[in-house]
């Protein structure tokens, strides 16, 4: 019994020829020429993206049925020689018929074209009391037939010159020969041998330069090398040296400040030793005579150079014993007077004047310190003197003490009462809190020595 007689249909066998269908059969591919059979069935039957060729038809190279070629040992001709010499080589001929035309190395002849002068010119714009007609005409000569090899001109040289002068006399020559011949000088102002001219000093202190080094052994180069390591670690132990300091400097002056700040108290309970205390805490000390002579030595050893960090240095030297605060007094001073932080072209003059120009500034204001801490302690010797004058009327602060003294008590517990009174006449707490009740002191126990 199965599904068709639950549903009540008519059982009917389905013929085999609908079920299945004939599948297309695959055409086969040829495997191509060239390629082995693993190789093949990796690509799975795909186009190679590089076209694959045997390496034996890469070595094949075409040669056409009619051609016949031969190798001759024949005559050639070379334009670029001024002689009739006769040189021979081997030449393809191709069906007997020679090569014909110039030979093929000849486009590589190049030669240098040299100024030519007459008489004249000679006279009126190469006269020279160094050297003569003769020797300028041998070293022209001479350059023309070596192509400007300067080495070999100075060894066929009949006199003792040395490389850097004949270059110098050279070229000094042709600059003006083409300044002479031109209609106006903008015409070869862009020629290089006006535009850039031979300096025939700087010439012979870079080979002097260049010799003392290729002569170095090899004792003075590690002696050298050891010297610059040197050099390296001091400049990196001065800027940790300096960066710890600027860290402690900047502590200093924050914690300074805090302080500062902790110690001001209301106009009403202030007394005279409070503002001696806040004027001395306010007044930063003038720069030592140590620390300046330091100072002034850091900045003899260091260079200002354009475009370089030597400034940032030197300004951090000479501000090394001021505070955070007193650098950007320093820095809002100089912006009020119209004076840039860094100068724009900071050569050495610049800087060693801007310098000194901050130096000026640290000075006024340590002046101004100074005035201030002698003003402050000028008035707190008035207030002590009007003090004493008028003894009837005590400070506040001394009234308030007197009357939470509370003299019946004695040993530890008098003292925590004083202190605990002390606490609530605080300004920042409000006086009309309730005060707490009176502890009431409990009977000591005797002890058997007591009886």
């Known amino acids: 019994m199965d599904a068709k007689d639950i549903l009540g249909l008519p059982k009917t066998t389905l013929s085999l020829s609908q079920d299945k269908k004939p599948r297309p059969q695959k055409e086969s591919q040829r495997k191509p020429d060239g390629i082995s059979r693993e190789v093949y069935a990796l690509t799975g039957g795909l186009a190679p993206l590089m076209p694959s060729i045997d390496i034996a038809q890469l070595k094949r190279r075409p040669q056409p049925e009619n051609e016949k070629i031969t190798w001759q040992w024949l005559p050639f001709s070379n334009s670029a020689r001024k002689d009739d010499l006769q040189l021979y080589h081997w030449v393809r001929v191709v069906n007997g018929v020679p090569p014909t035309g110039d030979y093929s190395f000849s486009k590589f002849n190049k030669s240098v074209d040299i100024i030519k002068y007459t008489e004249e010119e000679y006279e009126k714009h190469l006269n020279d009391p160094t050297w003569t007609k003769e020797e300028t005409d041998e070293l022209f000569d001479l350059c ?168 940032d240095q030197m300004v951090q030297a000479a501000s090394a014993s001021a505070g955070l605060r007193t650098i950007k007094r320093v820095e809002q001073t100089l912006q009020e007077l119209g004076v840039n932080l860094k100068p724009k072209v900071p050569t050495k003059a610049v800087c060693a004047e801007h310098l000194e120009l901050r130096k000026e500034i640290l ?89």
């Open 144 to 311: 023309e037939r070596f192509d400007l090899r300067f080495v070999v001109v100075a060894d066929r040289f009949p006199s003792s010159r040395t490389v850097e002068e004949l270059k110098d006399r050279y070229y000094s020559v042709s600059r003006a020969m083409l300044n002479a011949r031109a209609p106006s000088p903008g015409e070869v102002a862009v020629n290089p041998l006006v535009k850039d001219p031979y300096n025939v000093v700087q010439e012979t202190e870079r080979k002097r330069a260049l010799s003392m080094v290729l002569s170095h052994t090899k004792q003075q180069d590690r002696k050298d090398t050891e010297v610059l390591a040197q050099a390296k670690r001091i400049t990196e132990s001065r800027k940790t040296v300096k960066g710890v300091v600027a860290t402690e400097l900047s502590i200093t002056a924050n914690a300074g400040a805090d302080e500062t700040d902790r110690t001001v108290v209301p106009a009403d309970t202030a007394s005279p030793s409070s503002s001696i205390q806040f004027a001395s805490a306010n007044v930063v000390p003038p720069i030592s005579t140590e620390d300046s002579a330091s100072t002034s030595a850091t900045l003899r050893m260091l260079q200002v150079y354009t475009r370089t960090y030597a400034l």
């Open 363 to 451: 000075t006024l204001l340590n002046l101004q310190k100074q005035l201030q801490y002698k003003e402050t302690e000028g008035s707190s010797h008035r207030e002590n003197s009007q003090y004493a004058e008028t003894p009837s009327t005590p400070p506040k602060r001394v009234l308030d003490q007197d009357r939470t003294f509370n003299p019946d008590s004695s040993g530890f517990g008098g003292e925590r009462v004083v202190k605990r009174d002390q606490k609530r006449k605080i300004p920042g707490r409000s006086s009309e809190a309730p005060s707490s009740p009176a502890q009431s002191k409990r009977p000591r126990k005797l002890k058997a020595s007591d009886g």
